[in-house]
Nanobody, 116 residues
């Protein structure tokens, strides 16, 4: 089992910044990728950004140049730095960790609200 604990969401004005954190614990040897997904009202859950254990990153086109994913391996923590936030970024953000088949875990979600 893997436990993911998210923090850092909140309310921010358009153009502002937030940093999300996701602390992982448990059987992390089964995990090779961690990332962030988001789900807006009435929308599906979509990938925002991911990072592998060897540092390979991937971003959704809508956040490229504004968001940065990083990790602190010593703390088993992944961060999502979100700059130049837009109202369209409003969503519940979920941390995800996955690896071999059958190993896929989610955090509880953290709300990000961007006011115009």
């Amino acid at each position: 089992q893997v436990r993911l604990v998210e923090s850092g969401g909140g309310l921010v004005q358009s153009g502002g910044s937030l940093r999300l954190s996701c602390a992982a614990s448990g059987e992390l040897f089964n995990i090779n990728t961690m990332g962030w997904y988001r789900q807006g009202p009435g929308s599906r859950r979509d990938l925002v950004a991911s990072i592998t254990t060897n540092g390979r990153v991937n971003y959704a086109d809508s956040v490229k140049g504004r968001f940065t994913i990083s990790r602190d391996s010593a703390k088993n923590t992944v961060y999502l730095q979100m700059n130049t936030l837009e109202p369209e970024d409003t969503a519940v953000y979920y941390c995800n960790a996955h690896g071999r088949p059958g190993y896929n875990y989610w955090g509880q979600g953290t709300q990000v609200t961007v006011s115009s």
